[in-house]
Every structure is written in C-alpha cells, then in structure tokens.
C-alpha cells in the first residue's frame, strides 16, 4: 500500500511552507519529544531546553509544519495538555506487519535454566534458584513471570517469594501436566547419585559458586 | 599505630586493616576482588610517615599479608595450572609475560572502549513500549513451539559439579620477629653461622621474618653479616663490625632470600 | 545552550541539497524506525512496508539527508547491524535535563576492562575473565549485566556461565558490528619491548626482594 502511495504528487520545491529553516530550539524540541515515552507540556520542554515557553510554542508550531502529513511519518499530537510524537495513520499498515513477524526469539540460555529450575522443583523461592544457578536470575525470572511462564505461589518459611510454571508453560511446550516433564536421567552427568534432585542441584550450585577456579567467582 | 588499625581506602574497601581481615575471612569481601598491592601502598604509605620501623608491626603485616596473598594466588590458579608452581624460573617468567602481555592488551582496549563510549555520550535512544494496538499485533507463540527436553538438557547442566580444588594446606602461619631473633641469638651464641643454616627447611614466611629479625639484632649492635657475591653464602658473625659493610649486605641478603626461597 | 545557538544561520531555502519530496515510502520508514526499540535492517523494513529492498535503501539515503545536523535534533544511525534513530549530541544538556539523570553513567576501569574482555574473546566465562584481569570481575560483571551491556550466552564445559556483549552494547558504543572494533593485537608491545619485559621478568625476583628491606629500612 506504501507502494501505491510512493508515486503520489510530492510537496513541491517551490511553494515549500516555510523555509527549510530549523533553528537549535526545534531540534531540541524534536529530540525531546522523540525521547520522551509521556506528552510533554510547553513549560517541561521550555525548562529542559533552558528556553522561554513563548518560544517553545513556536517551536512546537514550526515541528508540527515540518511533521505534516506526506512530509513525515512522524506526527505530533497534542495530547491531555501535552505534546508527543505518533505515527500518522497512514503508516499503520507497515507497523502492524512489523511487529507482527514472527520472531525467533525463544528463551535465553539464562531464562532456560531459570525456567527447567521452577519446572522440576516447584515450588521453589528466587534465592534458591539463584544458588542453583550460581549467579543472580533475577531478569531472568522477570522475564519470564511477564511472559506469564511462571507465577507466584506463596512465600517460603523465610518470607521468600515462590515460584510456579502456569497453564501458559505448558501450552507453550506442549505439556498436559507437570509431570510429562522429561526423566533427567538421560541428561543426568552422574546417574548412579541417589539423593534428591533439589539437594544434588543445591550442591552442584554451591559447589559452582564455593571458589572452584571455574566457578562462578 | 598497629597492623590491625592501618587505615585503608581501596577501591572495594574502606576502613582499618582488620576489620577488611575480618571481612575477607567471613567472606563478605572476595578476595579476588581485593588489589593486595594498594594495601602494601597503604602501608608503606604509613610506615613513611612515621620514619620509623617497628619490627612487631612489621612482622604482623608480612605475614598477614603475604598469607592473603598465597590464598589469592590459590584462588586464582587454575586445576591445570597447578603445574605451574613446579616449573622452572625461565617458563614461569615466559608464562606471566605471556600473562602481563594479554592484561595489557586487553586494559589498552578498555581505553579504546572508553573513547568511544565518550564519543556516543550524545546519542540516545528512545525507550518507549510500542502503542498498546501493535503491541496487540505481536504474535503469541504457537502451542507447542518449546520443546520439554531444553528444561532436561538445562537441569543436567546445572546437576555438572565443577572440577573442586583444594585449599587445606593453607593455613595462616603464625611466625614473629620475636621467635626469630631467639632463634638467631641460639645460633649466634655458637659463634658465626650462615644465613641458609638459619632458615634451613623453613617456608618463604619464615625466611621473610627471618631477615627482619637480622636487620633487628643489627640496629641494635648484635650482629652484621657479609656476603661474597650475589646469590653466595650470607655468613652472619657475631658484634663487632664494620656498620657500613653490614649495611651494603642488607641490601644483599635479599638475593640470597629468593635462593632459599626457590 | 540551545538558545545560543538558536540564531545561527539556516539552512537556505534556495540551496536546498534535494527538492522537499518526501514520498510515501520515507514516510514509512521514518515511522518503522520511530516505533522499534531495536535497529532494523533493510530487509526488515522492506518486509514490513512491502516496498523493494533498493527502494528501501533509497529512502533511507532520503532520511538521513532529512535528519542531517543543524536540520534535525535526530540522527538516522546505522548501528547493531540495522538501522534507527538517535538523538544529535546537540541536544544532549536539554536531555539531561528533562530526564534528569546522564544518559550512561560512565564505565569504572574494571566494568571498561571486563567489558573489553568480553566484546574481544566472547563468548568468555567468568573466571577466565579474572584470569586475564589478575582480580575477579564479579561486581563489575553483575554491574555490565544489569545495564544490559553483556548477557549470559550459555555455560563452559565447567558450568561456569558464559558471557557475551548485547545489541545495547553496539548502539552505545556506536559500532555496527563487533567486527568493527581494531585488532586487539594492535596494542601489544614491539617485539624489542616484549624482550626488555622478559629480561626485566627474569630479573624481578632480585629486584624485588632487594626492594624490601632497603625500602622499608
């Protein structure tokens, strides 16, 4: 659809609105606005910008001209007593096929650990996964509370959060319940260890942060 | 002032020498992470400003000391570099060249990193979620789409214990200037005696303390010593001579403490 | 700052570099590069606007003329392997302002060095890093990490977690590519130095122990 519009009348040279002439206010302002996530009012940009708010308003008046349709993508729009920066409807189309593409992305070697540690132990508190792991899985567990992978169950004795997996994770891999999960056994490095798995995770943790040279330390 | 109440302030640290013991001993500080040489500064720093060497201080802060530094350099070894404490002078001087070279290389790019990170001091980015409608657009993961034996694979892993190294011989020896200088009066009682006889079968601590006791039982009339050449026989007699010859052999004791050391 | 400069001469309307036609297709990108949090490449935005691939690298020739210095307070940038918007230095005190915090606190020289450590040898574990630096590089690892410079990339053969650099890194530090950074090689020693370091290495255990007693007499 951009491409039926890429042959479109193009604002001529001649009658130019304005001249192309921007001075170092609309350029901060621009920068301000295409930085800041929440609109913005007059008086906010006149004091980062160090500027009076009479000339901010004009500012903002010569980045609207500049960021008219068919000249930007870009609009700025004036929003509960602020200004911000959208795109403009006509680009619509493109952002939805952007943001819909499928995206490789899985799960990071970080949150995979994360995530088989809460799987396979369940419930389990974050400063124990994070002894499991050696180091600190704190983005990790972020992320994957956000992706609705695990969830909150309780407090440990301790006061510490627990974590579960959800009714996502097991969508996710084609689970129908938590103990479909596979038997370690085929991954396990020592199989003939008869304590708990927990336990032995526990000291393998330990062990990995305790100051081995290749530990975490 | 005292070993434990040397005032420190390095980059992980600040505060009296044992408190910083203390912590390093209920691990609150890594050892590791603790740059030994700037507490030496520190303290050569102190011992310049108050002119004077007290050897009881002295000899508590070498060995304390030098007793950090067994343990960081343990820590810092390798399995595979166990080896290494056996090796001959001129492969270990290879091998931390090669060491020196790599740290270097590697410092002279954090400043190359550093430019650059100060050239882009400008450009931002804008961090803001996408509209609340395309965020609508991004697609869930298909049903499925993991598979369980990532959880597996990841659980064996973290089962792996890592290869364990062991620091039970390290212990901190307690050695005094005191028990030295006895020691060196029992010897010099029989008459003159060599250095290497003083410290025969004794470890490097031993060996440090020793020599302190030396310049001790010098400054105070007791004894002077000679040395033929550099890396001979330190002979140690008893009294009378000459003091500036023992001075010149103070400065030569040192050689014949990396001979018996090594 | 900005006010300064505010009266600085304008770009002329006569000798404009290009006619002001900005068709549908820069538009578009211009709005692409607004709304992704991370660089696209030519093919992403292709993709997503349903335009040519040559098209679309025409219209980015077309945006970074529109965003040049003096006529915008945005960059068009080619960093991390795509393209996206920065804002100009220019605007950076007004930034700071806004924000009211620097835009990167500045890297201590262990997070500079660990950080180089990993952009040349990743991926690189941990304690391999401590090797090299001669004192560990855990709290400026962890500090790296939670500024989003390094990730976990996985574990060594020992368990130690491994770590490379992150897309954040190449934006901040303006590389396209890790394969931009110069031979590291570059900044060793000459060979006649290398040898003087030997001979002074083989020397030192004299040299240092004649330091002891006669520095501390």
Redesign the interface.
């Known amino acids: 659809?951009?491409?039926a519009?890429?042959?479109?009348v193009?604002?001529?040279?001649e009658d130019?609105r304005a001249?192309?002439?921007?001075?170092?206010?609309?350029?901060?302002?621009?920068?301000?606005l295409?930085?800041?996530?929440d609109p913005?009012t007059p008086q906010?940009l006149a004091?980062?910008?160090?500027?009076d708010e009479a000339?901010v308003v004009a500012a903002l008046a010569a980045l609207a001209e500049r960021h008219a349709p068919?000249?930007?993508?870009?609009r700025l729009r004036e929003l509960a007593g602020g200004f911000t920066?959208?795109?403009?409807p006509?680009?619509e189309?493109?952002?939805?096929?952007?943001?819909?593409?499928?995206?490789a992305a899985?799960?990071?070697?970080?949150q995979?650990?994360t995530?088989?540690?809460v799987?396979?132990l369940q419930p389990v508190s974050r400063p124990e996964i994070t002894r499991?792991?050696?180091?600190?899985a704190d983005?990790a567990a972020s992320t994957l509370l956000e992706r609705g992978l695990i969830e909150e169950s309780g407090r440990s004795q301790f006061g510490a959060v627990m974590y579960r997996t959800t009714t996502q994770f097991l969508?996710?891999?084609?689970?129908n319940g938590i103990e479909?999960?596979?038997?370690?056994a085929?991954?396990?490095?020592?199989p003939e260890e008869q304590a708990q798995?927990r336990e032995?995770?526990l000291?393998?943790?330990e062990?990995?942060a305790g100051?081995?040279?290749?530990?975490?330390? | 002032m005292t070993v434990p109440a040397l005032d420190l302030d390095l980059e992980v640290f600040s505060g009296p020498f044992d408190l910083l013991l203390a912590l390093v001993l209920r691990e609150e500080i890594d050892l590791l992470e603790l740059e030994l040489a700037d507490v030496v500064l520190a303290y050569l720093d102190h011992l310049e400003g108050r002119g004077e060497l007290d050897l009881e201080t002295a000899t508590e802060f070498i060995v304390l000391i030098a007793a950090l530094l067994e343990l960081k350099s343990r820590l810092m070894l390798a399995d595979d570099d166990e080896e290494l404490l056996d090796i001959e002078p001129g492969e270990a001087a290879e091998e931390l060249l090669e060491r020196m070279l790599q740290a270097r290389r590697f410092r002279s790019a954090s400043t190359y990193l550093q430019e650059l990170f100060a050239r882009e001091a400008g450009a931002r980015f804008r961090i803001a979620l996408p509209p609340a409608h395309l965020r609508k657009a991004m697609p869930a993961p298909a049903d499925g789409s993991e598979s369980p034996s990532v959880l597996g694979e990841a659980i064996g892993r973290l089962l792996r214990m890592p290869p364990t190294i062991s620091l039970r011989h390290i212990s901190v020896q307690r050695v005094t200037v005191a028990e030295r200088l006895s020691h060196l009066r029992g010897l010099l009682r029989r008459g003159r005696f060599s250095f290497e006889e003083a410290v025969h079968g004794e470890d490097r601590m031993t060996v440090a303390v020793t020599v302190f006791a030396l310049l001790e039982l010098y400054k105070r009339g007791e004894a002077w010593w000679e040395q033929d050449e550099s890396f001979g026989e330190i002979a140690v007699h008893p009294l009378a001579g000459t003091p500036l010859r023992a001075q010149a052999a103070a400065a030569a004791v040192a050689p014949q403490l990396q001979a018996s050391a090594g």
Chains 1, 3 share one sequence.
Request: aromatic share 6%; net charge negative.
């Open positions: 659809m951009s491409d519009e890429a042959g479109d193009p604002i001529g040279g130019q001249p192309e002439f921007v001075d170092a206010l609309v350029c901060t302002i621009e920068a301000l295409f930085l800041a996530p913005l906010e004091d980062a910008a160090a500027a000339d068919d000249a930007s993508g870009i920066f959208a795109t403009g006509e680009t189309d493109a952002a939805k096929r952007l943001f819909s593409r499928p995206r899985t799960l990071t070697p970080a995979a650990e995530l088989a540690i799987a396979y499991i792991r050696g180091v600190s983005s969508k996710l891999f084609g689970l479909e999960l596979p038997d370690v085929q991954w396990d490095p020592t798995l032995r995770l000291r393998a943790g062990a990995r100051g081995g040279p290749d530990g975490e330390r």
